[in-house]
């Protein structure tokens, strides 16, 4: 019934054994029907088949845009879709560009100065300016509709809300009076937080941290053992790695092209959307060429530096990925970013630039030419492990890098370019709004008065990581197990994470709706 409230949930395949059983669980403790919104139908088929039998779940289809644009018979016209975009636009307050186009890593190509070695795709051939505004107009319409037929109580995602499909989405949420929870990684091992919004905000969670008591001694010791990079970087980047040796850069190509044969042979969708396989075994080349570059001389080492000079670290990104196109659009361009941070540094500073081991192989190497041109900017060796680097600078500037939290725990000096998250009640993390720049940097090079003292700030750092410990959601018993796509999940699992959930939500109006619908119901 359109006048019920429902459970929107946008299904990642990265947890996939995750969401069927979510969708159950609320609907048992809450009332709130669920409603799946899957990218492909192949995708809808698995749901339903997690769905049980007892709970009245929906399985609809998101609009295709990677196959609609290759397909413009299906499409509006380009006067309709301008309508249905003006209208997104006016009634969120949201800009099609900025936040819908930007964070698409298929349509948004142009805006990839970081990253021109990626493989182009058939739907990027296809992708003209008219077409993607068409397909645009599709989905901003879609989630307008199914919000009148289905009005979302609380919208589910996992690092979503952003981008082309799910932004409309989203957008269609806060209109209608729901809520929104993302469930998003702590950065550090496999704890997880929900958050509030695409922004990756908690205030539930922020006022939480903020309130507890500071660490004893033995606690900071603990913590100082205890910190260690996260398990999904741990589990993916050691794959990449073994991947760029050459006996398994050999059984790499073959497993893609054989890949690429089996979305053929049976023609799947993947093979009329997806990457071109040959420039699928061009970024593997290049890795391999690249992964060599970056252990070279051309590259520093920490012993190198000379002692004299203070250093600035600003580690790179993967691009194109939400947590850099989607939630800081003013900084997406790493490379400018690295330019105005050297233009900003005292003379006595060097700043050292490492680049993020998921991303070797989607840059040229006029990418990290540029960087060696600046003479006060150092090309960190791969070899390097980033903590030595974070204990070495007397000041670390992050987009959204997980080396900003890993640097606030250890009590160093951070200045984090993204406003929101829950590491900006932490006083010795500041932000520097774009409409600032980086004219502030050598202020907070040379004022001690503007921050923490080194004490205070370690022991700030480790009450942050010891209450994500206590508070977050942690898969730790699951470990590398929680990617495995197929896992059979036990009940205990997703009543523990729905309690989470739960305690995430501002209960006033759902508690409303749940009591609403259990009458109506009965």
């Known amino acids: 019934m359109p006048g019920d409230r429902h459970l929107w949930i946008v299904p990642a395949t990265e947890l996939r054994w995750l969401w069927g059983p979510l969708a159950g669980e609320v609907y048992k403790r809450r009332g709130i029907k669920p409603v799946l919104l899957c990218t492909t139908e ?61 964070p698409d890593r298929q349509f948004a190509r142009s805006f990839l100065v970081g990253a021109d070695k990626i493989a182009k795709s058939k739907s990027t051939a296809r992708a003209t300016p008219e077409l993607i505004w068409r397909v ?4 901003a319409d879609f989630a307008r509709r199914l919000a009148e037929t289905h009005p979302p109580a609380l919208f589910v995602c996992l690092t979503g ?3 082309m499909a799910t932004r409309p989405l989203t957008a269609a949420t806060r209109l209608a009076g729901g809520q929104m929870r993302n469930l998003v990684h702590t950065r550090f091992g496999y704890r997880y937080y929900w958050a509030e919004d695409e922004k990756h905000n908690a205030a539930y969670l922020r006022d939480l941290l903020s309130s507890l008591p500071m660490p004893a001694d033995e606690e900071v010791e603990r913590v100082k053992q205890a910190l260690r990079p996260t398990g999904d970087f741990e589990f993916y980047v050691s794959r990449m790695r073994s991947q760029r040796r050459l006996d398994r850069m050999a059984i790499h190509m073959a497993r893609n092209v054989w890949k690429h044969i089996r979305y053929h042979v049976s023609r799947s969708r993947k093979a009329k959307i997806g990457y071109y396989m040959m420039g699928e075994l061009g ?29 600035v670290f600003f580690p790179l990104q993967v691009e194109p990925e939400i947590s850099l196109h989607a939630l800081v659009p003013d900084y997406f361009d790493q490379l400018n970013s690295v330019g105005r941070i050297a233009m900003n540094l005292p003379a006595d500073t060097l700043l050292l630039v490492k680049e993020h081991p998921a991303q070797i192989g989607r840059r040229g190497k006029e990418f990290y030419d540029r960087i060696l041109a600046f003479p006060n900017v150092r090309l960190i060796s791969e070899t390097e492990h980033s ?26 000096k951070v200045v984090y370019l993204h406003q929101s998250g829950i590491l900006d009640h932490l006083p010795h993390v500041k932000y520097l709004p774009p ?6 940097l050598s202020g907070l090079l040379n004022d001690e008065g503007q921050w923490p003292s080194e004490e ?16 977050a959601l ?19 699992e997703v009543a523990m994470i729905v309690d989470s959930l739960e305690a995430s939500l501002q209960d006033d109006n759902l508690a409303e709706l749940s009591e609403y619908q259990r009458t109506s119901a009965s």
């Open 474 to 492: 942690d898969f730790a018993q699951i470990g590398t197990d929680i990617f495995n796509r197929n896992r059979e999940v036990k009940e205990s």
């Open 161 to 163: 809300g952003t981008g």
């Open 42 to 102: 192949k995708d809808a088929g698995y749901y339903r088949s997690q769905i049980a039998a007892d709970v009245p779940a929906e399985v609809l289809v998101l609009p295709d845009r990677y196959s609609l644009i290759q397909a413009p018979e299906k499409l509006p016209s380009l006067q309709e879709s301008m309508v249905a975009l003006q209208k997104f636009e006016r009634d969120t307050g949201y800009l099609f560009v900025r936040d819908m186009l930007l």
């Open 435 to 440: 409409e600032k720049g980086f004219a502030a």
């Open 456 to 471: 205070d700030r370690i022991r700030f750092g480790v009450r942050y990581y010891a209450g994500l410990e206590q508070h």
């Open 387 to 412: 903590y030595p680097i974070i204990r070495r600078s007397d000041l670390i500037i992050a987009v959204t890098s997980s080396a900003a939290h890993e640097a606030a725990v250890m009590g160093r």
């Open 136 to 139: 645009g107009g599709v989905l």
């Open 283 to 311: 970024m593997i080349m290049n890795a391999r060429r690249q992964a060599r570059f970056l252990v070279s001389d051309a590259c520093t080492r920490l012993a190198d530096l000379p002692e004299d000079k203070r250093t």
